[in-house]
């Protein structure tokens, strides 16, 4: 794992970004959320993609940045999605979503 940190601001249902809207764009994103209403703040955007969270943090999203790791890496022999894990607009990343996920799920139950 490279890092699955508990985001407790990442809560609700995240809704996922049509293919039509381009998601490196931030015209294009203000739009999809001004359409839909989705409170960037309360909102996350995950990619595969450094350069795709750029706009999306721009806005005041939560952003994760999904890499490949294990098995997966090993396999494909090529560590170019790692680029940009460092970018100051990938806040969080992590090579398996569903550990991630169950961390904020833990994090979001009442105590």
Same mark, same amino acid.
């Given at each position: 794992?490279?890092?699955? @940190?508990?985001?407790?601001?990442?809560?609700? @249902?995240?809704?996922?970004?049509?293919?039509?809207?381009? +998601?490196?764009?931030?015209?294009?994103?203000?739009? #999809?959320? =001004?359409?839909?209403?989705?409170? /960037?703040?309360?909102?996350?955007? #995950?990619?595969?993609?450094?350069?795709? !969270? *750029?706009? /999306?943090?721009?806005?005041?999203? =939560?952003?994760?940045?999904? @890499?490949?790791?294990?098995? @997966?890496? %090993?396999?494909?022999? *090529?560590?170019? %999605? !790692? %680029?940009?894990?460092?970018?100051?607009?990938?806040? #969080?990343?992590?090579?398996?979503?569903?550990? #991630?996920? *169950?961390?904020?799920? +833990? %994090?979001? +139950?009442?105590?």
């Amino acid at each position: 794992m490279i890092s699955h @940190v508990p985001a407790p601001r990442i809560a609700g @249902v995240m809704t996922a970004v049509p293919r039509q809207v381009r +998601r490196n764009d931030l015209a294009a994103q203000a739009k #999809f959320v =001004a359409a839909t209403g989705v409170d /960037p703040k309360k909102a996350a955007m #995950f990619e595969d993609l450094s350069r795709n !969270l *750029e706009a /999306p943090k721009a806005l005041g999203m =939560a952003t994760v940045l999904i @890499v490949p790791g294990g098995a @997966v890496l %090993e396999a494909l022999g *090529e560590a170019w %999605e !790692l %680029e940009g894990r460092d970018a100051p607009y990938v806040d #969080f990343v992590t090579d398996n979503l569903a550990v #991630f996920l *169950e961390d904020i799920r +833990r %994090e979001m +139950r009442p105590r």
